[in-house]
């Protein structure tokens, strides 16, 4: 195929506009915010320990004062879902605020854009230092970009791997050059995805890679909040002097600037309707409200807004889509927090000796052994005793002696429990292992067992 007649066209790269603005301003507040969480969270002491740490080896995930094991599963899970809803719920009342303000993509690619701005200065002087020819000017600013954005991501993907190794330990083996291999290979991934996915693809992320812009228009309505251009009283658009803005009355309010274009960080003209690349990140809009200033024209040309405000419709936020979000979420988040605050300290699995079914003793009684795994899911160590229900006479010895449940720790049991065989009955019975802190009577766990006796 002739290369003049290519059906592709490669990208240009988009250099967004400086704008200041109110949504400006709130947008680079959540970007400062949500930067600063993730990479001051994994300094944060709890005790004697790193506050939040997801323990894979030892299988145990610490977040503050609580201690979740692969058992609690279920939380993650139901934390998961939380999230989805409130993406549907946030979502069917402001459309894509989630992907403007707080999505990490949006996030890393504003950071990596101050970055580059530092190094290679404004829209116009990046715009023309693509153009020129490589110079020693050139060069070095590309050169200090680059450094800019590789210690960035490589400090970036530090502090992911802090998350799962304790990041004191992270940095003493970094400094020592005695990284394990799996810690280095998601250093060096994490970092090469974040430099790729916020500094090089950018905006083509959010066009061609990522599906919540391909489904949103699902949780959309017609009273969903979105950032709209007034048709009615933009146009026709057309240039014009503010000393001459009364003197064309065929005119409307747009005075055709592309300001709104400029500033648009994934490239889209918003006079042209909503569009599914538009990520509601309102550039747009202060951009458009400073025109409005100086051209002495009320705000709102172009605005955040809803289909029936736009057509002189009554807009309503509470609506059966919102209603049924806001309850789903806020049920879940209700029962969330009520399943944690009444987690269980204790839990206990009991497994039997699997090499005889009982022991015939010399005294005449019968012994089972069982295996007792303690899980302690709290932050102190729990005394425990130990008593087995279920059929009449029962002895049960423990070894240790006086078995104690470390904090955090999975504690192992051995428990011989003896009966007399004409007190018990024979063949298998039901019998159950119950398990009381010492410093807590209300604080038990228990589990279900069977135990053989001879037959006749």
């Known amino acids: 195929m002739d290369d003049n007649n290519s059906l592709y066209e490669s990208a240009e790269k988009i250099h967004a506009r400086e704008i200041d603005g109110t949504f400006d301003r709130l947008r680079g507040a959540a970007t400062i915010w949500l930067l600063g969480l993730y990479y001051f969270v994994p300094w944060l002491r709890w005790d004697d320990r790193q506050a939040i740490l997801f323990d894979l080896p030892a299988r145990k995930f610490y977040i503050f004062g609580l201690t979740f094991w692969p058992q609690d599963f279920i939380y993650l899970a139901w934390l998961l879902v939380i999230a989805g809803i409130s993406l549907f719920f946030v979502t069917s009342v402001a459309g894509r ?45 590309r050169s200090a970009k680059q450094f800019l954005w590789i210690t960035f991501a490589l400090w970036t993907g530090f502090t992911f791997v802090g998350y799962f190794t304790p990041i004191l330990e992270l940095g003493r083996e970094i400094l020592a050059f005695e990284l394990s291999s799996w810690e280095s290979f998601w250093v060096f991934f994490y970092s090469f995805a974040t430099y790729g996915n916020a500094g090089i693809m950018r905006e083509q992320v959010c066009k061609y890679m990522c599906p919540y812009a391909r489904f949103q228009s699902a949780m959309f309505d017609h009273d969903t909040l979105v950032i709209s251009y007034d048709d009615q009283r933009g146009e026709p658009r057309g240039s014009r002097s503010r000393k001459n803005k009364d003197s064309n009355n065929n005119l409307g309010d747009c005075i055709d600037c592309t300001l709104c274009v400029q500033v648009c960080p994934v490239g889209i003209d918003i006079r042209e309707g909503l569009q599914y690349e538009c990520i509601a990140c309102a550039a747009c809009i202060d951009a458009c409200d400073g025109i409005m200033d100086i051209m002495d024209y009320p705000r709102g040309l172009i605005s955040y807004t809803t289909e029936n405000a736009m057509a002189g419709n009554k807009s309503r936020i509470v609506r059966p889509r919102t209603i049924i979000y806001g309850t789903a979420l806020l049920i879940l988040i209700v029962g969330l927090v009520g399943a944690l605050s009444s987690r269980y300290e204790l839990r206990m699995d009991v497994l039997r000796d699997r090499n005889a079914l009982y022991r015939e003793l010399s005294a005449g009684r019968i012994e089972n052994v069982y295996t007792l795994k303690v899980l302690n899911k709290s932050d102190r160590d729990h005394p425990i005793s130990l008593s087995v229900t279920g059929l009449p006479g029962l002895v049960v010895e423990t070894d240790p002696a006086q078995p104690i449940a470390a904090a955090g720790e999975m504690t192992t049991i051995t428990a011989r429990v003896q009966a007399v065989p004409g007190e018990a009955g024979t063949g298998g019975h039901d019998v159950r292992f119950e398990v009381q802190s010492g410093l807590d009577a209300e604080i038990t766990a228990d589990s279900d067992s069977r135990y053989f006796l001879p037959a006749n």
Do not use: H
């Open 97 to 141: 605020l989630w992907c403007g303000y707080a999505c990490p993509q949006t996030v890393w690619t504003n950071a990596f854009v101050w970055l580059e701005r530092i190094a290679e200065g404004n829209r116009s002087r990046r715009m023309k230092l693509d153009k020129s020819p490589w110079t020693r000017e050139k060069i070095l600013r």
